[in-house]
T-cell receptor, first 112, second 114 residues
């Protein structure tokens, strides 16, 4: 079973920041937080991952609380093409290529 | 560089018929995964290969599902016979050998069983 809890759906106005929360209160010390997204009729796509420090790449920023029990994915300037289901996943790093355990994710709708 | 290739993209069959899905992973990726995605749900692992060896097939319904990756490159997933409940998207993913980095997914095959 997925070890994360996410809201079912969210709306965001185009051009505004989209902040997607995720709870992972039972996360272990060696588990990373991963985010993937799935645009309609496509396979999931990796966005970002982190352990405890905040991370940023060209797609998004990941903010992890100090106790690591929750995190927020930030899309700084959402566009219509960011409409997708976003999955928050916790996974052990360094244990080989273990499979991803997906929950139901958050359906983000970016509105013009 | 080409991504993960899957075919066909769509398949419609009648129940009790056989069906097969093909996946060609990204070149050089040792690990290959087959996931099943039901409508409104996240993907669930069916089987994972490390090269040609199936290292995790505990979720594969072996009475009707089979998979192979004979030369450690492309892979085929088969259902025989198909049931109505098998209607879903079948996703293939691959990743390079190592410590559990990014997985790259194909577009999936949408199966409809009538």
């Amino acid at each position: 079973d997925a070890k994360t809890t996410q809201p079912t759906s969210m709306d965001c106005a185009e051009g505004r920041a989209a902040n997607l929360p995720c709870n992972h209160s039972t996360i272990s010390g060696n588990e990373y937080v991963y985010w993937y997204r799935q645009i309609h009729s496509q396979g999931p796509q990796y966005i970002i991952h982190g352990l405890k420090n905040n991370e940023t790449n060209e797609m998004a920023s990941l903010i992890i609380t100090e106790d690591r029990k929750s995190s927020t994915l930030i899309l700084p300037h959402a566009t219509l093409r960011d409409t997708a289901v976003y999955y928050c996943i916790v996974r052990v790093w360094g244990s080989g290529n273990t499979p991803l355990v997906f929950g139901k994710g958050t359906r983000l709708s970016v509105i013009a | 560089e080409a991504g993960v290739v899957q075919s066909p993209r769509y398949k419609i069959i009648e129940k009790k018929q056989p069906v097969a899905f093909w996946c060609n992973p990204i070149s050089g990726h040792n690990t290959l995964y087959w996931y099943l995605q039901n409508l409104g749900q996240g993907p669930e692992l069916l089987i994972r290969y490390e090269n040609e060896e199936a290292v995790d097939d505990s979720q594969l319904p072996k009475d009707r599902f089979s998979a192979e990756r004979l030369k450690g490159v492309d892979s085929t997933l088969k259902i025989q016979p198909a049931e109505l409940g098998d209607s879903a998207v079948y996703l293939c993913a691959s990743s390079p050998a190592g410590t559990g980095g990014e997985q790259f997914f194909g577009p999936g095959t949408r199966l409809t069983v009538l």
